[in-house]
């Protein structure tokens, strides 16, 4: 295969051509590393929460992102909603099989920059600033 040629299904087998914008892996890899799919996918991935639970246990995300985003993920098989027939209803999200194969490599990401953090004491941005080598900007740098 040449250097930064797409894979086609003859080369790569069961592959997709993950380059190409109609390629459906490329969407669901999306939904996974969108700004709240990653989220979602390490809350659950050791119990099963009710919507609003995951809501609390995700800080900043809105009902409305939230639920874009499960919905998404539910039509990916990676999240299962369970809805109990009460009044109101009782919905529970959890972790496929497929989804918790898919986060373990989120979490162990995680968990290696949580492990950093805590070694290191202040981010890598703290340290650049109190060294004088970058200062933190509110504003966004021209292109």
């Known amino acids: 295969m040449r250097e930064g040629a797409q894979l086609t299904q003859a080369e790569a087998g069961n592959r997709y051509e993950v380059f190409h914008t109609d390629c459906p892996a490329r969407d669901m890899v999306d939904h996974v590393t969108s700004r709240w799919g990653i989220w979602v996918l390490i809350s659950l991935r050791s119990t ?5 639970e995951l809501r609390d246990s995700i800080r900043g995300i809105s009902e409305k992102m ?5 919905r998404a993920l539910v039509q990916d098989e990676l999240v299962w909603r369970k809805v109990e027939p009460t009044t109101p209803p009782q919905v529970t999200y959890g972790l496929t099989e497929f989804g918790q194969d898919v986060g373990a490599p989120l979490t162990d990401l995680f968990d290696r920059i949580t492990q950093r953090l805590a070694a290191g004491g202040a981010s890598a941005t703290e340290r650049l600033s109190a060294t004088g080598q970058a200062k933190p900007s509110s504003t966004p740098t021209p292109a």
């Open 48 to 52: 099963d929460l009710r919507f609003y």
């Open 66 to 70: 939230l639920a874009q985003t499960l």
